[in-house]
């Protein structure tokens, strides 16, 4: 199972551009990289899924290099509702298989 | 958008009580999940569910847990006899076949053992 290491926490203001990076070194060729958004005692949220290079949603983009063993979600224009909880998650994620949460990054967005 | 709504929100049990926590998954998947978390901890994984049998369960859901699909919209978590360390919430999450990963979670159940 791929470890993934993100930092534990971020402060932004509203308005601004939030790039949150997970370094996964040990990926495997078949691995996704997924990420969940979640508030104060509610469930997580399924934000954005990738393999490789690129995407981009209604919410977010997330950037994997060739080597793929980083991430790097991107949330445009943060607003204070986007104070949360993100994970970044590595494995083969087909349905039915567990997931493994980690710590995650606490985002504040600061008015 | 689609939910996965669970029942009830919270609960409050005396240890010892057996628990059951319910939960709707949306209405087209076909494969339920149940996490925890500890207050201040991960988010933990405990069983994976799909054609009426358990698919996968990690260490935590020993013989204390069940898992159940009674009909055809209900899922079901049941603990035997709670103990003061299973107070957690509780996530209720179910996802299509060809999903990777992006799993809808539900609002989660607060419990807590006394």
């Known amino acids: 199972l791929a470890k993934t290491t993100q930092p534990i926490s971020m402060d932004s203001y509203e308005g601004q551009e939030v790039n949150i990076t997970c370094s996964h070194n040990?990926?495997?060729?078949?691995?996704?990289i997924t990420w969940y958004q979640q508030f104060p005692s509610q469930g997580p949220r399924f934000i954005i899924q990738g393999y490789k290079t690129k995407v981009t949603n209604e919410v977010a983009s997330l950037f994997i290099p060739a080597d793929r063993k980083s991430s790097t979600l991107s949330l445009p224009r943060v607003s204070l509702s986007d104070t949360a909880v993100y994970y970044c998650?590595?494995?083969?994620?087909?349905?039915?298989?567990?997931?493994?949460f980690g710590g995650g990054t606490r985002l504040m967005v600061k008015p | 958008e689609p939910e996965v709504t669970q029942t009830p929100s919270h609960q409050v049990t005396q240890m010892g009580q057996e628990v059951i926590l319910r939960c709707v998954p949306i209405?087209?998947?076909?494969?339920f999940y149940w996490y925890r978390q500890i207050l201040g901890q991960k988010v933990e994984f405990l069983v994976s569910?799909?054609?009426?049998?358990?698919?996968?369960k990690s260490e935590i859901f020993d013989d204390q847990f069940s898992v159940e699909r009674p009909d055809g919209s209900n899922f079901t978590l049941k603990i035997r006899s709670t103990k003061l360390e299973d107070s957690a919430m509780y996530f209720c999450a179910s996802s299509e076949a060809g999903d990777r990963g992006g799993y809808t979670f539900g609002s989660g159940t607060r419990l807590t053992v006394v």
């Open positions: 998650l590595v494995g083969l994620h087909n349905a039915g298989n567990m997931l493994t």
């Open positions: 040990n990926i495997a060729t078949n691995d996704y």
């Open positions: 209405s087209n998947h076909l494969y």
């Open positions: 569910f799909y054609n009426n049998e358990i698919s996968e």
